[in-house]
Every structure is written in structure tokens, then in C-alpha cells.
């Protein structure tokens, strides 16, 4: 009971100060006002001249003004403003909701125009709730309620936009349910109107944890679908990794190229580099030994000196000790035929 008493209260407390406004000067208009609010109905210019006219309701006559001046008004929770000719209806209820028309008139009395007005009288929409659940194959059915509102419109965003194709499975995003696709996730809001209120209510949701899979089973089939991702236990691998690994592979084929060509280049060179070596080492014998029979010896600074205390009998012969100094060499060529002789003094000199 208590229950029923409160959500009394909050629809009146909702509906309580709803005002709205109306412009009746045009012939059938439509007009609508909140239960238990208020409603503004524009009945004839302010500046507009006119002595007297009336308001009819079914027929019945309701309110009298001439020269602005109220003589007839037989609604108890309304208000005239003649000044700016406006007509106020304070607490509207369900019985306020009818047809009215306006008649207008001269001095003389005459009547100079008559048009008519609908007015409807709605319950506002207090508030509302978002439900959500996990289907079978992972999609998300909403539900979206309100609590009074007559004739609620639903509308959906996400993430605030409207609602795709793509991510609907129902494809309606008009009205109170909704099934979502297993991929959608983000920021929904359900909002719910009519002509005298608009309410909206808005819930983060996640996917319902389920993963779509294109792999190969253990038995060699071909599985494609949403399921699960904690009880997965279909495939052996995706089909979708191999397609990654190759092209990942691919990508590393020229550095791998690159380094095994340096490989070769760095190898080619030093076994190069070893093969100049040993020749080298291997022709430096042959060089020397040619240089060196390409060398002639020449004397210089030759000195003679005879022995001390010796005499030799014979005149043309003496003995004598020969001291060599300053010994240089000469290079030329080993084909060459020698000249005369093979040795050549230079500064001789002979000590007594």
C-alpha cells in the first residue's frame, strides 16, 4: 500500500508544474497539455481590437469576455488574461480534454469569425528502466520501460548517435526492445517521449564475452561462429593467424637477405685479404735473393802496408798486408758480362 502511495506521489510531483503552450489562432489546431499541469491556449492577438468574443466547449458555452472585460467563465481551475488574450487552465484533468472553438464578434454584435481547437490532455512520462540480458548465441536483448506517459515514442543512441543496422539484429530501433549484435558495446540510452514530456535513461554495456572464431577443429572441419570465449575448446588454431604469420614472415625476408648477403661480402673479402698475404710472404725469398745477386761489391779506402822488420829478397815481389775500409755496394744487372776486372780499389795507398 505504502508501494502505491509513493509512486502516486511521484506521478503527481512529476506531472505537478508541467506547463504547455498553445497557439489557437489558427483554425483546428492541435493542442496538448499534461495531466495534472497546466496549459497556455493563445486565443486572439493582444493588439487585436475586438469587443466581444466567446469560447464554446462541445457547443457549450464557457467563457464571455466584452471589452476585456471577463463576464462568463465557467471553468473553476482557469484563468483569463484578456489583456494579451490568453486563456490559462490550471489542474488539467482528462475531462478537460475536448474540442473548442472560439467565436468572435463586432459591436454590434455580429459574429465577424469562427475557428475551432482540439485539446488533448496526456500523462506525462515519470521515468524510466533499462533491462538488459545474454542471449544463447551472444547477442543482448534491452528493455526499455516507463512508468506513465501516454502514447511513449522509444528512440535508441549509442555512444550518442542513432543506432545502425549493423549493430541492431532486430533492425527496429523504435521501439521499447531492442536486440543488440554480439560486437556492440559502449555508452546506450533509451529515451522515451511524448507531446508533453521527454525522459531518457542511459547504461554502459559490454559485450556478452563472446568471440568470433574462423579456425580449423581437430577433426579437419571448417568452423566459423560466436561462441564463448571461456569455453572455446572448437579449434586448433585460428585460420586467421597463418595469414598474419606469413605476411609477418614476408616482412623479415629482406633484412634476412640482407644480413646473409653481408655474410658473403665480409667472407669473400677476407679470404681475399688471406690469399694476398700468404702471396706476399711467399715472393719476398725470390726478391731478396735476386737483390742480392744484383749486388756487386766495391772497395774504397784500401790501404797496403808492408810488414815491419820483414825483407823479401826478391825485388819485383814483396809481401804486403792489404786493410779494406768504407765497403760499399752496387747493384746491376745479373746478365750483364763483367769488364775487365771484378774488383776496383779506389784511394790506394802503399806504406813503407
Known amino acids: 500500500m505504502e508501494a ?28 496538448y497539455g499534461a495531466l495534472g499541469g497546466s496549459v497556455d491556449i493563445q486565443l486572439i492577438d493582444s493588439s487585436a481590437e475586438i469587443p466581444k468574443y466567446d469560447l464554446l466547449k462541445n457547443s457549450l458555452r464557457i467563457l464571455d469576455v466584452r471589452n476585456n472585460k471577463v463576464i462568463l467563465n465557467t471553468i473553476k481551475h482557469s484563468s483569463v488574461f484578456p489583456s494579451n488574450g490568453t486563456f490559462r487552465i490550471n489542474n488539467l484533468s482528462r475531462n478537460d480534454s475536448d474540442e473548442y472553438t472560439l467565436q468572435t464578434f463586432d459591436s454590434d454584435g455580429q459574429r465577424t469569425g469562427e475557428r475551432t481547437l482540439h485539446l488533448f490532455i496526456q500523462a506525462p512520462v515519470s521515468s524510466v528502466l533499462l533491462v538488459s540480458e545474454c542471449l544463447s548465441q551472444g547477442e543482448m536483448r534491452v528493455s526499455c520501460s516507463s512508468e506513465g506517459g501516454d502514447s511513449p515514442q522509444y528512440s535508441w543512441t549509442l555512444d550518442g548517435r542513432t543506432l545502425t543496422d549493423a549493430e541492431l539484429l532486430s533492425r527496429n530501433n523504435e521501439g521499447n526492445n531492442i536486440t543488440l549484435k554480439q560486437h556492440v558495446s559502449g555508452h546506450l540510452v533509451c529515451s522515451v517521449r511524448n507531446n508533453v514530456s521527454d525522459v531518457s535513461k542511459g547504461q554502459r554495456i559490454s559485450t556478452c564475452g563472446f568471440i568470433f572464431i574462423n579456425c580449423t577443429s581437430t577433426n579437419g572441419t571448417q568452423i566459423f561462429g560466436w561462441v564463448y570465449e571461456a569455453n572455446n575448446t572448437l579449434c586448433v588454431k585460428p585460420t586467421t593467424n597463418p595469414t598474419t604469420t606469413t605476411q609477418t614472415a614476408g616482412g623479415y625476408l629482406p633484412l634476412i637477405g640482407g644480413v646473409l648477403s653481408a655474410l658473403i661480402i665480409f667472407l669473400v673479402v677476407g679470404v681475399a685479404v688471406i690469399c694476398a698475404q700468404r702471396k706476399k710472404q711467399s715472393s719476398k725469398p725470390t726478391k731478396h735473393k735476386e737483390e742480392d745477386d744484383d749486388q756487386d761489391v766495391t772497395y774504397a779506402d784500401v790501404r797496403i802496408m808492408n810488414r815491419q822488420g820483414k825483407q823479401v829478397a826478391q825485388t819485383a815481389q814483396a809481401e804486403v798486408e792489404v786493410e779494406y775500409g768504407q765497403v760499399r755496394f752496387s747493384k746491376r744487372s745479373r746478365n750483364s758480362q763483367p769488364i775487365g776486372d771484378d774488383c776496383m780499389y779506389a784511394q790506394v795507398q802503399k806504406v813503407r
Open 4 to 31: 502505491v502511495v509513493g509512486l502516486l506521489l511521484v506521478l503527481f510531483g512529476v506531472s505537478h508544474g508541467v506547463e504547455t503552450h498553445c497557439d489557437g489562432r489558427q483554425n483546428r489546431t492541435q493542442c
